[in-house]
């Protein structure tokens, strides 16, 4: 089985960085993802995780520790277009990503 | 050009009726999945094929039936719909792990 932790609302202001974590058991750990979703559209990827460490693109990272079973979304020089959900998702071997329930990121002016 | 794209994007029906959900995708991709998402934004995994091959078969009742004609399609025919079946409808695509998953537009089903 699996278990996958995200907060369920953040709010964070225009400018700021949030960081949102992930939490998860799984068996058959193939990595981690981090998808983005806007309101009435479909979840776009934003990075994967597989080995330790800090992966960075752009104004986003990911971080990823498999023993401890976390990860994080770090988002830098937030900007009103992040407003958005966040979702963590794991891939159990090899065959399906299984998703959190999702992170609500508010980001105000 | 849309890599994966699925129709209708809206579907209200009456319960107890048969509807079917399209998804193709043009990406070349192998695996190709059904996703639903609840009114709570969780999206839990359907069924997963692999080149026309059923790979995954979650715990979905036996009215929702997946057909995969080619690796380019992936179509899903719901019978007898049940209020609780209203929910936005995902199909995706994948090659490989690092690139993740392509998400098609989704289908907002609402059983009435």
């Known amino acids: 089985g699996q278990n996958i932790d995200q907060p369920t609302e953040m709010t964070a202001t225009e400018g700021a960085i949030v960081q949102i974590n992930c939490t998860y058991q799984?068996?058959?750990?193939?990595?981690l993802f981090w998808y983005q979703q806007h309101a009435g559209e479909a979840p776009t990827f934003l990075s994967y995780n597989v080995l330790d460490g800090l992966e960075e693109k752009g104004r986003f990272s990911s971080f990823l520790s498999r023993s401890k079973g976390y990860s994080y979304l770090l988002l830098k020089e937030l900007q009103m277009k992040d407003s958005a959900s966040y979702l963590c998702?794991?891939?159990?071997?090899?065959?399906?990503?299984?998703f959190g329930k999702g992170t609500t990121l508010s980001v105000s002016s | 050009d849309t890599a994966v794209s699925q129709t209708p994007k809206y579907l209200v029906t009456q319960m107890g009726n048969d509807k079917s959900i399209k998804c193709e995708q043009n990406?070349?991709?192998?695996?190709m999945y059904w996703y639903k998402q609840d009114s709570k934004k969780f999206l839990k995994i359907m069924f997963s094929y692999n080149n026309k091959e059923l790979i995954i078969n979650e715990t979905v009742p036996n009215r929702f039936s997946p057909k995969s004609p080619d690796k380019a399609h992936l179509n899903l025919h719901i019978n007898s719909l049940e209020l609780g079946d209203s929910a936005v409808y995902f199909c995706?695509?994948?090659?490989?792990?690092?690139?993740?998953?392509?998400f098609g537009s989704g289908t907002r089903l609402t059983v009435v």
């Open positions: 799984t068996s058959g750990f193939n990595g």
């Open positions: 990406l070349g991709h192998d695996t």
């Open positions: 998702a794991c891939l159990e071997g090899g065959t399906a990503l299984i």
């Open positions: 995706a695509s994948s090659q490989g792990l690092a690139s993740g998953y392509t």
